[in-house]
């Protein structure tokens, strides 16, 4: 109740900032509509593909075929969302809660089109509430970016990343209002949304000790709290199993293509070694971002977006979609063209190449070993230096700026 009263009383409070360029917010929304709406109906499967109401086993050749899979439309099926199970009850779903509930939510409207359709309009509607909030706080340029990007096209219904994002922007746009409780809140939101939005915690609360009084510190966490930890604990406690398969089901799973996975087959490293290495890599940038923050040439916002870029390359699980986290994320920091071209065209090659690579494997293309041994290497180098890029790039503009405020000085 206090999570809705919270994005109420935030949306009220903005409305009346809206309404002099109305016309002109409307404008914005519809490219990033259209894109969404184009990504929407590519990846609506043909009926052939339900037989049973919903999609089978032949549904993922056919999407990676077609540069049309969504997570959207194959849990589906392969959740039996249609059952209309209680989620992590009585049925294991590897999301957070919200994204669970989400999901299972949509299931309920009228058969599969229903659940397509209904998912894909929360989808959008979320899209529209992450542009305000990027609007209102950074700018039309940054907004404009946004709505233009093409990685809207690709990633819109991907998966349930937007509902994520919109967390993202709630908590950037309360920190920077000063509205300590409405920033814990929705951070606690977002992490049993999509969990990424977890890297601001620390880099917040560092922040509120550093500069604040303790009053606001408290407001903060109580905010978390009431979120982050009340919306989970009936889960964690009373559903264990089905809510803990998030943890465990990619802490199990093998590294996605790049330098671990390469290290792995050559059996260097175990998985134990990679998770462990995984996570030490990740640790260490993030102390680094927080020691940078403690001296001053990083803000929270600042640092939690470098943490963010820097943990999805040391990760060993990466999925093509979260470029697009990466994009908005430095969106809210700078409208810096170069590195925005980059990671529109780095999420796209990931796009294609993981489209094509799993094309040619389901369907046993002899030419399979030919693609793996030629495509991946750049595609995935470029796109590791774009997120290196990205993790280094607030530093680099924390200090550029630095250095332009003290030769103004006399």
């Known amino acids: 109740m206090m999570t809705v009263v919270g994005f109420i009383t935030l949306w009220l409070e903005e409305a009346e900032a809206l309404s002099e360029p109305k016309h002109k917010f ?41 540069w049309a899979y969504s997570d959207v439309v194959a849990l589906y099926g392969a959740r039996r969302l249609f059952l209309h199970t209680i989620p992590y009850f009585q049925n294991i779903i590897e999301y957070p809660v919200l994204i669970g509930l989400y999901m299972s939510a949509m299931s309920w409207l009228p058969g599969f089109w229903g659940y397509f359709v209904g998912s894909g309009l929360g989808l959008m509607a979320a899209f529209v509430g992450a542009l305000y909030l990027l609007r209102q706080s950074a700018g039309d340029k940054a907004a404009w970016w946004f709505t233009f990007s093409p990685l809207l096209l690709v990633f819109g219904m991907l998966n349930w990343d937007m509902l994520g994002l919109l967390t993202w922007g709630l908590t950037i746009a309360s920190w920077r209002k000063q509205r300590w409780f409405h920033t814990g809140l929705f951070l606690g939101l977002g992490i049993v949304t999509k969990f990424f939005p977890v890297v601001l915690f620390p880099y917040m609360a560092v922040a509120l000790y550093q500069k604040y009084h303790r009053a606001h510190m408290k407001q903060f966490f109580w905010g978390f709290a009431l979120t982050g ?21 990619n802490s199990g799973r093998g590294p996605d293509p790049g330098i671990y996975q390469w290290l792995f087959q050559m059996g260097i490293l175990h998985i134990d070694t990679v998770n462990l290495l995984s996570a030490v890599l990740t640790l260490a940038g993030g102390l680094v ?6 001296k001053g040439r990083l803000d929270a916002v ?14 060993k699980v990466y999925s093509p979609q979260y470029m697009l986290w990466v994009y908005y994320a430095i969106l809210w920091i700078d409208v810096n063209i170069p590195l925005l071209l980059t990671a529109n065209a780095a999420g796209l090659l990931d796009f294609g190449l993981a489209m094509r690579w799993l ?52």
């Open 26 to 66: 409307v404008w914005m929304m519809i490219p990033g509509l259209i894109l969404m709406t184009m990504n929407m109906i590519h990846i609506a499967p043909p009926n052939f593909l339900l037989p049973g109401g919903h999609p089978n086993v032949s549904y993922y050749s056919y999407s990676f075929l077609h």
């Open 229 to 249: 930890i009340g919306i989970n604990l009936p889960f964690a406690l009373f559903a264990e199993e089905g809510w803990s398969e998030f943890f465990t089901f």
């Open 289 to 294: 971002f927080l020691a940078l923050l403690w």
């Open 302 to 315: 600042e640092a939690g977006t470098a943490a963010l870029s820097w943990w999805f390359l040391c990760n």
């Open 359 to 410: 094309a040619l494997g389901t369907t046993n293309s002899p030419f399979l070993q030919q693609f793996v041994d030629i495509v991946p290497a750049p595609i995935i180098a470029f796109r590791d230096l774009t997120l290196l890029a990205s993790a280094v790039m607030p530093w680099a503009r924390h200090r550029a700026k630095s250095v332009r405020l003290t030769h103004k000085l006399p």
